[in-house]
């Protein structure tokens, strides 16, 4: 079964700072990955998805990720973090077939001054 | 264009009281539905989902239940609730269709608090 590793629980970066979120996928084929992000108390908004073609997708609010088959990984990076993008980001995975995404345990990015 | 209703937005419970959280899909036909759970730090638990009227799966079993009465409206229930029933119900749809297509839209979300 696919899995998702979010490494990362929490991590802190200073606001103008680059920021890169890690995510690792377990999955034979190629999966098609999301990233979502939600801020506290609100639902989930997809940033971003890779489905084929270009590994390097562009997303919503500044944010890119970057699809790495030979290490397995979607990690999500934005040049410059602003206050606004504190929040919880998850990674998710689904495969073909009418099955439910499969969802990491999120980070928490918090930004300080 | 599609939106995806919760209600109630906050829901204060006693222990052992019923619960009914309502969820509804406008704008697509057929969506798949989901229901998934946040207790503190602990991520998204999916907890059920459909793929059409009256089909329901459950990955995780406990008190509660879901259904789905009408194509755009996915119900989650229970007869007693417990303290650990606490947490953030999120509901989403995605388009009923393989693959690509699965990306899912998330509700703003239900937090219940069992007292």
């Known amino acids: 079964a696919q899995s998702v590793t979010q490494p990362d629980i929490h991590i802190t970066v200073s606001e103008g700072a680059s920021l890169e979120l890690r995510c690792n996928y377990s999955?034979?084929?190629?999966?098609?990955l999301f990233w979502y992000v939600q801020s506290p108390g609100q639902g989930l908004q997809l940033l971003l998805k890779y489905f084929s073609g270009d590994t390097l997708v562009q997303g919503i609010k500044g944010f890119e990720a970057e699809f790495k088959r030979s290490q397995s990984s979607f990690n999500l990076r934005k040049p410059s973090v602003h206050w606004s993008d504190a929040a919880e980001y998850f990674c998710?995975?689904?495969?073909?077939?009418?099955?439910?995404?499969?969802f990491g345990k999120g980070t928490r990015l918090s930004v300080i001054a | 264009s599609q939106t995806i209703h919760q209600w109630p937005a906050t829901l204060v419970q006693p222990v052992g009281s019923p619960l009914s959280l309502e969820c509804t899909v406008e704008g697509t036909s057929n969506p798949n539905l989901y229901w998934y759970r946040q207790a503190a730090g602990r991520g998204l638990q999916l907890l059920f989902y459909s793929v059409g009227i009256g089909q329901i799966s459950s990955e995780v079993p406990q008190n509660l239940s879901a259904s789905r009465p009408q194509d755009r409206q996915f119900i989650l229930s229970s007869k007693k609730l417990l303290l650990s029933d606490s947490g953030f119900y999120l509901c989403?749809?995605?388009?009923?269709?393989?693959?690509?297509?699965?990306?899912?839209?998330f509700g703003p979300g239900t937090r219940l608090t069992v007292l």
């Open positions: 998710a995975v689904v495969t073909s077939g009418n099955t439910p995404l499969v």
């Open positions: 999955y034979g084929a190629t999966p098609y």
């Open positions: 989403a749809w995605s388009a009923l269709a393989g693959g690509p297509y699965n990306e899912q839209f």
